[in-house]
């Protein structure tokens, strides 16, 4: 399985801008559907963004959609999440997982990086 390091995760307050990075490790990484999760203090993990294999197309959970972006860069084998707008809601613990070719779900997941965001 292919390994994920998130960083970039910090404190900033409301209306400031955080952009999360997402290295993986492997031979495949262009291959994979990747995708970003967050999970807040006493709730379930919740769906952020996915981006396809070659970039070429992304979805956004609507409570973040038109704030966040993600993007990739194969050669650098290296997935983002550049958000903006952010919202003391959006504090959380972020995931970053990948979802091999063949799989039908995200099977192989970061430590997470924590986002804090202060009103």
């Known amino acids: 399985q292919v390994q994920l390091v998130e960083s970039g995760g910090g404190l900033v307050q409301a209306g400031g801008s955080l952009r999360l990075s997402c290295a993986a490790s492997g031979r495949t990484f262009s291959s994979y559907v990747m995708g970003w999760f967050r999970q807040a203090p006493g709730k379930e993990r919740e769906f952020v963004a996915r981006i396809s294999w070659s970039g070429g197309f992304t979805w956004y959970a609507d409570s973040v959609k038109g704030r966040f972006t993600i993007s990739r860069d194969n050669a650098k084998n290296t997935v983002y999440l550049q958000m903006n707008s952010l919202k003391p809601e959006d504090t959380a613990v972020y995931y970053c997982?990948?979802?091999?070719?063949?799989?039908?779900?995200?099977?192989?997941w970061g430590q997470g990086t924590q986002v804090t965001v202060s009103s």
């Open positions: 997982a990948s979802q091999g070719s063949g799989a039908t779900t995200f099977n192989s």
